[in-house]
């Protein structure tokens, strides 16, 4: 079964740091790439960064370059996007998903697996 679970979302002040993971299983992790999504309320879904597992290769948006930095640890199955200088604008319920179409975009339809998301809040 495959399974994509997203951690480590919680409510910061703005400024701060967070750091989520996304433990995945059921599927050839090399594979695939992992991208990080985000949908705030009243908004629709957002790409903002990914990586392919097999090479390390990154892409983010300009929204979050700068900011936030994405890793792959692969003895773990494991994505992080760690999200430095947090805005009240990051304030979503963050997604990661798994794409096995090769291409590295945060095109939601590109991808094939996706978890519950965690929800991250900065307060102002």
């Known amino acids: 079964e495959v399974q994509l679970v997203e951690s480590g979302g919680a409510l910061v002040q703005a400024g701060g740091s967070l750091r989520l993971s996304c433990a995945a299983s059921?599927?050839?992790?090399?594979?695939?790439?992992i991208g990080w999504f985000r949908q705030a309320p009243g908004k629709e879904r957002e790409g903002i960064s990914c990586?392919?597992?097999?090479?390390?290769?990154?892409y983010y948006v300009d929204s979050v370059k700068g900011r936030f930095t994405i890793s792959s640890d692969n003895a773990k199955k494991t994505v992080y996007l760690q999200m430095n200088n947090l805005k009240p604008e990051d304030t979503a319920v963050y997604y990661c998903?798994?794409?096995?179409?090769?291409?590295?975009?945060?095109?939601?339809?590109?991808?094939?697996?996706w978890g519950q998301g965690t929800q991250v809040t900065v307060s102002s």
């Open positions: 059921g599927f050839t992790f090399g594979d695939y790439v």
């Open positions: 990586i392919r597992s097999n090479g390390g290769t990154t």
């Open positions: 998903a798994a794409s096995k179409s090769g291409w590295l975009a945060v095109v939601s339809t590109l991808y094939d697996y």
